[in-house]
């Protein structure tokens, strides 16, 4: 098992890994693209740089320094965090990663645009981890909200245990194979029905149809969703975090744009170098 599991390798949780490394830890990076910075088109305000740089060039930077470190990076997407009370378990598309302490550092969730009524009835037939909740719906008829891999994945998870499925693309082109008896409706939403408890969805043309339960999984799995997996505590829709980014859950920190402040790579790389320390200290006490 690994000291230290990051997922995604960002400013943020590339920061958090060289502390990690310096301390001697093995540390594994897990990530799924460039994340925010490869899509800067010139960073200039970032300590150090006499020039600026791309994003992907700074991003390379790092990648070459945790590496030099003796990183492990990996490509790979999260799906799903995992919480045994000694350490953690993250599915990922291509394999499984565990660590004793796990850092998320997934960026800002810029994918996700809830339907009218989501918020309101999360906990009330609205659900984001199928692993979780699937079992509330044996042989029921639910809905999957999303169009790619993480969708496939909870879709997957259910179609063991609920009587149909149907997957709402909300108008999203399928970026996954999803199986032949799962029906695709790739209408857009216009809300959700039900008041303090989810009865169905409405779609654009106003044409209602009912379903038991709603599974969440737009673009890829964030920071929220896996610490919801995980069993982390959560304010309404903010997750817990203490003044050292450590959730309720012991060993599990959040850092960077995933933690919803500045979105700058600064204020990143500092959550990670936080988030990176605590976890070193609270792994040298309680899982050494
Ligand atoms: C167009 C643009 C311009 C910007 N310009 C500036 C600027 O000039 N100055 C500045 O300071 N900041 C700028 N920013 C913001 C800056 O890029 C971010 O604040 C910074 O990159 C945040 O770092 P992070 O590590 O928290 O997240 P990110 O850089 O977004 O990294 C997130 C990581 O998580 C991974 N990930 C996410 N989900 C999963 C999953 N399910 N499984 C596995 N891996 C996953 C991603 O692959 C990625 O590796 C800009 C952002 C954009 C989009």
Excluded: W
């Amino acid at each position: 098992m690994t000291d230290m599991l990051i997922l995604g390798y960002g400013p943020a949780g590339i920061s958090a890994a060289l502390y990690g490394l310096r301390a001697g830890l093995s540390v594994q990076l897990i990530g799924k693209d460039g994340g925010a910075l490869a899509k800067a088109h010139m960073i200039q305000n970032y300590y150090g740089l006499e020039q600026p740089l791309t994003g992907e060039q700074l991003l390379e930077v790092g990648h070459k320094q945790a590496m030099a470190l003796g990183a492990n990076i990996i490509d790979d997407e999260i799906t799903d965090l995992m919480f045994d009370g000694q350490g953690f378990s993250a599915k990922g598309l291509a394999g499984e990663y565990h660590g004793k302490v796990c850092i998320m550092a997934t960026g800002a969730a810029r994918n996700k645009h809830p339907v009218a009524g989501m918020t309101e009835l999360e906990g009330h037939g609205v659900s984001y981890c199928a692993v979780c909740d699937a079992f509330f719906y044996r042989q029921k008829k639910v809905a999957v909200l999303g169009s790619g891999e993480y969708a496939l994945h909870e879709v997957q998870e259910l179609a063991q245990v609920v009587a149909s499925i149907t997957l709402l693309t909300n108008g999203a082109p399928l970026t996954a194979s999803f199986p032949p008896n799962v029906r695709i409706e790739s209408r857009h939403l216009q809300s959700l029905v039900g008041e303090g408890q989810f009865k169905g969805v409405r779609y654009e043309d106003g044409i209602e149809e009912e379903f038991d339960g709603l599974f969440v999984a737009l673009g890829s799995a964030n920071a929220t969703d896996l610490a919801k997996k995980a069993g982390a505590g959560f304010d309404g829709p903010t997750l817990v975090l203490d003044k050292d980014f450590q959730t309720t859950l012991p060993g599990l920190f959040a850092a960077g744009d995933c933690t919803g402040g500045t979105l700058q790579v600064a204020v990143a790389v500092g959550e990670g170098a936080k988030a990176g320390l605590a976890a070193i200290k609270y792994l040298r006490e309680h899982r050494a």
